[in-house]
């Protein structure tokens, strides 16, 4: 027995002393710097760069739908709007920086759509070209105007029944969107803003950030704030008002996915994880000096994604019939959102000091 424990100790201190040679431990002032370029290399930037190759699929879908106006190619269309939603959901995990600080937020994704309006727009004389739409009132750009053309209601829309105005309207506002996503990807790549350094170089005269507990508590806030935008206003005002006209992206009946996609975002976030890419993240940070907060906050972040799939049918009609199910997920939105808050947002302003 004793020469057995006695090799089983050796082999144990072996691999462990092979597991610290090819891991060496990293401190966390060195923590601080690489979390922030991870979620800038491996979140931010492919995020907005998988947004602004969407945004050129689905011009394309809508291009190919306004020339030949088949079933096919509404399908095309209505897929690719689907898949540029939850790229842009999820990237609303970070919502500072030049996405809020020029407009491109509300330039997109303004709701509810009025879509009195738009057929007013529609039935009118009005031009409808690219610049025309880029001065006209916020509900009535972005993903929701060409939401409304190419589904209808809950999809029931024909390739024969859009009209000629609809066409030049949902190609105007499809260039529009691509070139809002792309001016949005480069902010964040190349001079005069490239904002990818102001974040990473923060703490130093080279950034807009003067110590790095600033961009932290920006990129904590945008949790925060993203918690709440989906807790309290996308699910709760139409849930308290009974009211499914404004609900968020009614028309694909992809509100859900919609509401999903911006909890995963903020746990990409939260991770330093994004697809394929897995970096270092605020949760290193918070579980080198408080694993306990870091499990709560995981454990928040699951049962409030997981909470969605409790709500079984359109938002909209869940307002209705599945208040309950649509209850326990705000719930769980808003014990995620607490915590952030009191807990992890005091974290980064007790231990990230510089």
Request: glycine share 4%; with cysteine.
């Amino acid at each position: 027995m004793k020469k057995i424990l006695f090799i089983a100790i050796v082999t144990f201190c072996i691999t462990s002393c092979k597991k610290n040679e090819d891991t060496p431990a990293i401190s966390f002032d060195e923590l601080k710097t690489v979390a922030l370029k991870d979620f800038t290399n491996n979140v931010a930037v492919p995020g907005y760069l998988d947004l602004d190759n969407a945004a050129i699929n689905l011009n394309i879908a809508i291009q190919n739908l306004n020339t030949n106006a088949t079933e096919v190619n509404l399908t095309a269309a209505k897929t690719a709007w689907k898949n540029m939603r939850g790229v842009w959901e999820q990237c609303e995990g970070f919502l500072f920086g030049p996405v809020e600080d020029n407009d491109y937020d509300p330039n997109m994704d303004t709701w509810p759509t009025d879509y009195v309006q738009m057929d007013s727009l529609l039935n009118s004389t009005n031009p409808l070209a690219i610049a025309d739409i880029q001065n006209i009132t916020l509900s009535l750009r972005g993903y929701h105007p060409i939401e409304y053309i190419i589904f209808g209601n809950h999809g029931n829309r024909t390739a024969a029944s859009i009209t000629a105005r609809q066409k030049q309207y949902m190609l105007s506002l499809s260039e529009d969107l691509k070139s809002t996503c792309h001016q949005l990807y480069l902010s964040w790549t190349v001079a005069p803003t490239n904002f990818s350094n102001q974040v990473i170089n923060a703490g130093t005269i080279n950034s807009l950030y003067s110590k790095k507990q600033e961009v932290y508590l920006a990129i904590v806030n945008s949790l925060i704030a993203i918690c709440e935008e989906v807790g309290e206003g996308k699910m709760k005002e139409p849930f308290d008002a009974m009211d499914p006209s404004i609900v968020e992206s009614p028309y694909s009946g992809n509100s859900i996915n919609d509401f999903r996609n911006n909890i995963i975002g903020l746990q990409n976030v939260y991770l330093g994880k994004y697809a394929t890419n897995d970096g270092k993240g605020i949760n290193d940070l918070v579980a080198s000096k408080n694993i306990a907060l870091d499990n709560k906050i995981q454990s928040q972040i699951t049962a409030a994604i997981s909470s969605f799939s409790n709500i079984t049918m359109y938002y909209e009609d869940a307002i209705i019939n599945q208040r309950l199910q649509c209850q326990q997920t705000m719930i769980a939105l808003n014990t995620l959102k607490n915590t952030l808050e009191n807990e992890l947002k005091p974290f980064v302003i007790q231990y990230i000091t510089d």
